[in-house]
Structures are given as C-alpha cells and as structure tokens.
C-alpha cells in the first residue's frame, strides 16, 4: 500500500512541475511571437488562465501534504498543553476537510451545469466544464487530506503523544 501512495505522490509531484514548465514554455513562446514575429495565438491566454486553475489546485492539495500553507500557531505557542494543541489540530482539520468537501460539490454542480448547457470556451472551442474540474477533484484530495490529518491528530490526542510543529507527511 505504501508503494502505491508512493508512486501517487510521485505522480502528483511530477504532474505540477511538467504543467507548471509547459506553462512557461507557453508563456515564453506567447511573448517572443507577440514582440519578435508580431503576431500572437489567440487560444494562447484562455490555456494559460486555465493551466493556472490546475496547477493552483494541484499546489495547494500539495501543500496540505507536505504542511506548508501557513497558519496561525500563537495559540498554539501560549498553550502548553499538548492535549489541548491536538484537540485543536483535530478540529481545525476536520473543520477545513468538511469546508473542502463542500467546494467540491458546488465545483462539481457548476461544472455538470456547464457540461448540460454544452458550454464551449471562447478561443479553445473545448468544453468549458474541463476547465473547471480540477476544483472539484483537488478539493476533495484536499478535504481527504485534511481529515486524514485531524485523524492522525486524533490518535496523537488518545495517545497522549507530545505535540510537534512543522510537516505532517
């Protein structure tokens, strides 16, 4: 099982950095077409804007992963009990993995409504609901995620494990 969540991770690593260097490329080829060649693709800003949605989503899902988005941890400073800074931790994730779940859903209402509707984007011609799927998928890896840490948490508190700062792969 762990090889497996391995080669996902991996997966998801490799996707960001591959969708973040074409977007580059394509930025780059944009630019030099528009300045140098004097002319541009006009398909070119709609990919752009949409690559941007995917690879926020997928940066942010792996944010959560690898504990980077910043917080909050004053409270968590001032307290010195480690069953009170696990509590915390439990709920704040379950809280934030629930509000993930519900992004998801309102993500995946909008894009089936795009789909119903036969909604076309402006320049790619692609169905729009296309553009608008990595909400729903990336929110719902980050609502597991979030969970899946409020969990760890959970069984810290049980426990009585000492609390630890920092990433929680």
């Not at 080669?7 to 260097?21: H, P, R």
């Not at 209402?109 to 990595?134: D, I």
Request: hydrophobic share 50%.
């Amino acid at each position: 099982m762990q090889r497996i969540i391995r080669a996902l991770n991996s997966v998801e690593e490799w996707t960001l950095v591959l969708v973040l260097l074409g977007l580059a490329f394509l930025s780059f080829v944009q630019v030099f077409c528009r300045y140098v060649l004097q002319f541009s693709f006009t398909w070119m800003e709609e990919l752009g804007r949409y690559l941007g949605v995917f690879i926020a989503f997928l940066g942010a899902s792996l944010g959560v992963k690898y504990g980077s988005h910043f917080s909050m941890d004053l409270i968590y400073e001032k307290v010195s009990s480690d069953r009170f800074r696990h509590g915390l931790k439990v709920i704040i994730n379950i809280a934030s993995g629930l509000m993930f779940f519900v992004i998801a859903y309102y993500g995946w209402e909008q894009a089936m409504k795009l789909r119903r509707f036969g909604v076309l984007t402006s320049a790619l011609e692609v169905p729009k609901y296309w553009a608008y799927l990595p909400i729903p998928f990336f929110s719902t890896i980050m609502g597991i995620r979030f969970i899946n840490l409020g969990i760890r948490h959970l069984v810290r508190l049980v426990r009585r494990e000492p609390f630890r700062m920092g990433p929680e792969q």
